[in-house]
Nanobody
Framework: QVQLVESGGGSVQAGGSLRLSCAAF????????MGWFRQAPGKEREGVAT????????YYVDSVKGRFTISQDNAKNTLYLQMSGLKPEDTGMYYC???????????????????WGQGTQVTVSS
């Protein structure tokens, strides 16, 4: 059974940094894509960043480009999201996602990802 377990969330002041981690368990072959989504109170869940295993291509929502970096350590089955220059509007629950379908490449749409973690809270104060 596939499990995605996030960690690393917390509270930080604007301009600060956090690194989220996602440990993946329960499968024997690589997912095509893994990524991070977030949901702020009262808002739709949005894709933040994804990485395509075949070549390591990365994709970001415009609002985080230049501030967030997604990466993965295949040996450890772990996905990361390094966040810097955090803003109050980055506040939300951050979810790790994964897909075994090649159609996920370059997609920040939630319908492409059928494996989700429980989430880790990020709060940025001004």
């Amino acid at each position: 059974q596939v499990q995605l377990v996030e960690s690393g969330g917390g509270s930080v002041q604007a301009g600060g940094s956090l690194r989220l981690s996602c440990a993946a368990f329960g499968y024997s072959y690589s997912m095509y894509c893994m990524g991070w989504f977030r949901q702020a109170p009262g808002k739709e869940r949005e894709g933040v960043a994804t990485i395509y295993s075949g070549g390591g291509s990365t994709y970001y929502v415009d609002s985080v480009k230049g501030r967030f970096t997604i990466s993965q350590d295949n040996a450890k089955n772990t996905l990361y999201l390094q966040m810097s220059g955090l803003k109050p509007e980055d506040t939300g629950m951050y979810y790790c996602v994964g897909s075994f379908s090649s159609t996920c490449r370059g997609s920040l749409s939630r319908i492409e990802y059928n494996y989700w973690g429980q989430g880790t809270q990020v709060t940025v104060s001004s």
